[in-house]
C-alpha cells in the first residue's frame, strides 16, 4: 500500500496512520493520490478506523474510494472560476453582479462609470444608485430573473453618479 502512494502524500498518509494506530476508535478521513495497475494516479479518499482494541475485529477498517472524477472537476470549477474573475475585474466594460438581496459586486470600470469606489459600492444596493425614473424597469428585470423567467437581462438604464450627473448604462 505504502509505496503505491504519491510520493508527495506519502509522509502525511504515513503520518496520519501511525496516529490512527495509537488511538484506538479513532477515525479519520483523508484524501490522497494512489498509483492505479495502469500506472496512472488516482485520486482516493479513505475513512479509516481503528478497531485494533475490538476483539471481534482486532484491525484498523477502512473504505476507500476513488474521487479522481471529482478532483478533476473541482480543477475545471478553479480554473473557470479564475478566468471569469479575472474578465470581471479586468473589463474595460462597467459589470455588476446583482445578488438576491439586491447587494452589488461590481468591477473598476462600473467602478469609474458611477463614481463610487469599489469598497462604496459593497454597502449600497442597486437600487440605491439607480436613477428613480429606471427603478421600475430594474425592479422587474430582476424579479423575472429571481423567478427563473430568465437568465439574464440586458438593457439601458441610468445611475446616479456621485457628483449628481446621471451615468447612463
Known amino acids: 500500500f505504502a509505496t503505491r502512494v504519491h510520493p508527495q502524500d506519502a509522509p502525511r498518509v504515513a503520518g496520519l496512520l501511525a496516529g ?8 479519520l478521513t ?18 479509516a ?20 472524477e471529482r478532483k478533476q472537476a473541482e480543477a475545471a470549477l478553479a480554473d473557470s472560476e479564475g478566468k471569469f474573475k479575472y474578465f470581471f475585474d479586468n473589463s474595460l466594460m462597467g459589470m455588476s453582479i446583482t445578488q438576491p438581496s439586491g447587494d452589488l459586486q461590481v468591477n473598476q470600470a462600473f467602478s469609474d462609470m458611477v463614481g463610487y469606489s469599489r469598497d462604496e ?3 449600497p444596493t442597486f437600487r440605491e444608485i439607480t436613477h428613480p425614473d429606471d427603478l421600475e424597469l430594474s425592479l422587474t428585470f430582476f424579479n423575472s430573473i429571481l423567478a427563473g423567467e ?7 438604464k441610468r445611475y446616479l453618479h456621485t457628483n449628481g450627473a446621471l451615468a447612463w448604462a
Do not use: C, M
Open 49 to 68: 478506523t481503528n478497531l485494533l482494541a475490538e476483539p471481534a475485529v482486532g484491525a484498523i477498517v477502512a473504505n476507500v474510494r476513488d474521487i479522481s
Open 30 to 47: 483523508t484524501e490522497f493520490r494512489y498509483r492505479h495497475t495502469d500506472d496512472s494516479w488516482r485520486w482516493l479518499e479513505a475513512t
Open 121 to 123: 459600492l459593497s454597502d
Open 150 to 156: 430568465r437568465d439574464s437581462a440586458r438593457f439601458t
Open 20 to 27: 490512527l494506530r495509537e488511538t484506538p476508535g479513532a477515525s
